[in-house]
């Protein structure tokens, strides 16, 4: 790839309704103009939300730049609270530090270049790996995107020249490589507990959707996070400072009311049903094509307009037409969120009585949007001991479960007589 | 509740009822290990953090079995941080039972996994588990190293480990055949 440009060290700023503008560089701008990643701007964040949240027509591509922003300063706020830590336990100078910044956020900026048409609602449709019950995931294929399709643009930009990264640098740390070698410690900061990914993400979603649910102090979360020094020869882990504990407490109140009110919304989940029924159809075999090779550039070529444009042309099967017409599935009947053994026997009655009507079944374990339940640590300076989790700062944290709640739906049609039957198994109890 | 899901879950308390106290972090590298060396298909996608090869569906589904009356988990502080024990709870056998079939075909997997690796701590664990986890990158594009260079590798990952340490631990993994990229001085595996 030739490059003509007039001043590598240029700086862009891109208006964002969220962070207000973010800056890229000459470099990022580059790789940003790529057809790859382009192709995000063809790829809704929150697929076919818009069908209950109207405002819900956000893509990939703004929040990718978002993780971005939301690295950097993730990035330095534990630089400048952690040096000393990452000095002795990583062995990091200033240009190594320096260095990572740049790997950090090329990493943030194209975590997401893999994603599937509508996002998660059709990764169950990815092919196997082989053995051991393995599906490829999004990362793969930006793994894989990564070290082809955009490989020239990350290692030929001349600012490269001070850092001489490889593609394989920023797929390591995407994917979790022991490539990525002591960068790995960042990698929470792209695929972790408080990731730029779900910080941006929670707050883009709420802005564009027009709820409150995911809003949270982020700023303060941000500026409390820190490398918390060794625990028992184990390596720093990313962590927040006393004083950030209830920043994190409503990032995870926020992460639950999201899922519950927007990710996991009966309506939405069914239009999720819908959107992989019909990508089943109009796949090749049903599945993605694999990330390699010729079968990625064949992946490349799907995104939400194409879908789109045969679903319009009457491609798609049942499933397509029921998007088009808003006939969705009904939810018709829900286990509690935190689903005990006794719930779980009342489903499978429910499940025997509706026999042919049930259509489907569906549980947030296999949702991409987890409540998720693993604790951020703390670190103090005055108690003892030093570090400790959030659930014992908060007694709210403590008390959460995961979600492991299952929705059961019918057709529309069947619905007078589904209800019925969930009644008399009910009746009997 | 998937197939997948069930015999996650019965492993799980499985594994809590062989060995109670189990830490968090033992239970992770215990499902790493059941599922990269002895093929137990528990279907996790672990990729590596600077803390070892990870996967939050296994915390997802800690607390799914916690909720489901399988297992109980207490924190526990020790100097300078704090772990989770993992106990079998009331309902274990009932969350057993959901794959009773999977945890017998794989009870002697679990035995063996539990033998050999629940001894160490868990920065020990973490470096195994490390270890075996470069290896099989290795091995995957059928390059053969020597011991040393495996080390090497894992320290550039771990530099908080001295790189004797990290040798020693190589050498215990290569004694029990665990690895699968390390050539001898001969240059056999």
């Known amino acids: 790839m030739g490059y003509l440009i007039a001043d590598p060290h240029r700086r862009y700023e891109i208006r964002c309704p969220v962070h207000g503008f973010i800056q890229i560089d000459d470099w990022e701008r580059q790789i940003i103009d790529q057809p790859s990643f382009q192709?995000?701007?063809?790829?809704?964040?929150?697929?076919?939300?818009?069908?209950?949240?109207?405002?819900?027509?956000?893509?990939?591509?703004?929040h990718s730049l978002g993780v971005v922003h939301v690295a950097s300063l993730l990035y330095d706020s534990i630089v400048q609270k952690s040096r000393e830590a990452l000095e002795r336990q990583l062995a990091y100078t200033k240009e190594g530090l320096d260095r990572d910044r740049q790997l950090v956020r090329l990493a943030a900026l194209l975590h997401d270049v893999g994603h599937a048409p509508f996002s998660h609602s059709a990764e169950d449709l990815f092919p196997d790996r082989g053995r051991g019950g393995k599906k490829f995931g999004h990362e793969d294929y930006s793994a894989a995107i990564i070290r082809t399709e955009l490989r020239s643009a990350i290692e030929d930009h001349p600012l490269n020249e001070n850092t001489g990264f490889k593609a394989d640098d920023v797929a390591a740390l995407i994917e979790g490589s022991a490539a990525a070698k002591r960068a790995l410690f960042w990698r929470d900061l792209i695929s972790g507990q408080m990731d730029a990914d779900r910080i941006d993400y929670l707050i883009r979603d709420s802005h564009h959707i027009g709820v409150h649910y995911g809003r949270f102090?982020?700023?303060?979360?941000?500026?409390?996070?820190?490398?918390?020094?060794?625990?028992?020869?184990?390596?720093?882990?990313?962590?927040?400072?006393?004083?950030?504990?209830?920043?994190?407490?409503?990032?995870?109140?926020?992460?639950?009311?999201?899922?519950?009110?927007?990710?996991?919304?009966?309506?939405?989940?069914?239009?999720?049903?819908?959107?992989?029924?019909?990508?089943?159809?109009?796949?090749?075999?049903?599945?993605?094509?694999?990330?390699?090779?010729?079968?990625?550039?064949?992946?490349?070529?799907?995104?939400?307009?194409?879908?789109?444009?045969?679903?319009?042309?009457?491609?798609?099967?049942?499933?397509?037409?029921?998007?088009?017409?808003?006939?969705?599935?009904?939810?018709?009947?829900?286990?509690?969120?935190?689903?005990?053994?006794?719930?779980?026997?009342?489903?499978?009655?429910?499940?025997?009585?509706?026999?042919?009507?049930?259509?489907?079944?569906?549980?947030?374990?296999?949702?991409?949007?987890?409540?998720?339940?693993?604790?951020?640590?703390?670190?103090?300076?005055?108690?003892?001991?030093?570090?400790?989790?959030?659930?014992?700062?908060?007694?709210?944290?403590?008390?959460?479960?995961?979600?492991?709640?299952?929705?059961?739906?019918v057709d529309g049609a069947s619905r007078e007589e589904a209800e019925r039957r969930i009644k008399e198994t009910s009746k009997r109890r | 509740?998937?197939?997948?899901?069930?015999?996650?879950?019965?492993?799980?308390?499985?594994?809590?009822?062989?060995?109670?106290?189990?830490?968090?972090?033992?239970?992770?590298?215990?499902?790493?290990?059941?599922?990269?060396?002895?093929?137990?298909?528990?279907?996790?996608?672990?990729?590596?953090?600077?803390?070892?090869?990870?996967?939050?569906?296994?915390?997802?589904?800690?607390?799914?079995?916690?909720?489901?009356?399988?297992?109980?988990?207490?924190?526990?502080?020790?100097?300078?941080?704090?772990?989770?024990?993992?106990?079998?709870?009331?309902?274990?056998?009932?969350?057993?039972?959901?794959?009773?079939?999977?945890?017998?075909?794989?009870?002697?997997?679990?035995?063996?996994?539990?033998?050999?690796?629940?001894?160490?701590?868990?920065?020990?664990?973490?470096?195994?588990?490390?270890?075996?986890?470069?290896?099989?990158?290795?091995?995957?594009?059928?390059?053969?190293?020597?011991?040393?260079a495996l080390a090497e590798k894992v320290r550039e990952v771990k530099p908080h480990f001295a790189e004797e340490y990290i040798r020693g631990k190589v050498d215990y993994l290569r004694q029990e055949k665990m690895l699968r990229s390390v050539r001898t001085a001969s240059g056999r595996k």
């Open chain 1, 39 to 62: 192709r995000l701007r063809r790829i809704r964040q929150l697929a076919c939300t818009d069908l209950l949240y109207p405002g819900a027509m956000h893509t990939r591509f703004e």
């Open chain 1, 217 to 409: 102090d982020h700023r303060r979360l941000i500026s409390s996070a820190i490398a918390i020094p060794d625990e028992k020869n184990q390596p720093p882990r990313l962590g927040i400072e006393e004083g950030g504990w209830h920043a994190a407490e409503a990032l995870v109140l926020a992460r639950y009311f999201m899922f519950t009110q927007v990710y996991f919304h009966k309506t939405r989940v069914a239009y999720d049903i819908h959107l992989r029924e019909t990508m089943k159809t109009l796949l090749p075999g049903g599945r993605f094509p694999k990330p390699s090779g010729a079968d990625l550039r064949e992946f490349m070529k799907w995104d939400d307009w194409r879908v789109l444009g045969l679903i319009g042309k009457g491609k798609g099967g049942e499933h397509a037409e029921r998007i088009l017409k808003r006939d969705h599935y009904r939810e018709i009947y829900y286990t509690p969120e935190a689903c005990t053994d006794k719930d779980l026997r009342d489903l499978r009655a429910k499940k025997a009585k509706l026999g042919r009507l049930l259509v489907a079944e569906e549980s947030a374990k296999k949702s991409w949007y987890k409540t998720g339940t693993s604790d951020i640590p703390v670190f103090s300076k005055v108690r003892s001991p030093q570090v400790q989790p959030l659930s014992k700062y908060s007694k709210v944290i403590e008390g959460m479960r995961e979600n492991n709640q299952v929705l059961l739906y």
């Open chain 2, 1 to 148: 509740m998937r197939d997948i899901q069930s015999a996650r879950l019965a492993t799980l308390v499985a594994l809590a009822e062989k060995k109670p106290l189990l830490g968090r972090t033992a239970v992770m590298k215990l499902c790493y290990f059941l599922q990269t060396l002895r093929n137990v298909p528990l279907g996790y996608r672990f990729t590596l953090y600077s803390y070892g090869p990870f996967d939050s569906s296994v915390l997802s589904d800690l607390s799914t079995a916690e909720t489901l009356g399988g297992i109980e988990s207490k924190t526990v502080f020790y100097s300078g941080g704090y772990g989770y024990e993992i106990s079998p709870a009331g309902r274990s056998r009932s969350v057993r039972n959901l794959a009773s079939g999977f945890v017998k075909k794989y009870r002697s997997d679990i035995d063996w996994a539990l033998e050999r690796f629940a001894k160490f701590g868990s920065a020990d664990l973490e470096l195994l588990s490390t270890i075996i986890y470069v290896d099989r990158e290795f091995a995957t594009t059928n390059e053969r190293l020597t011991a040393d």
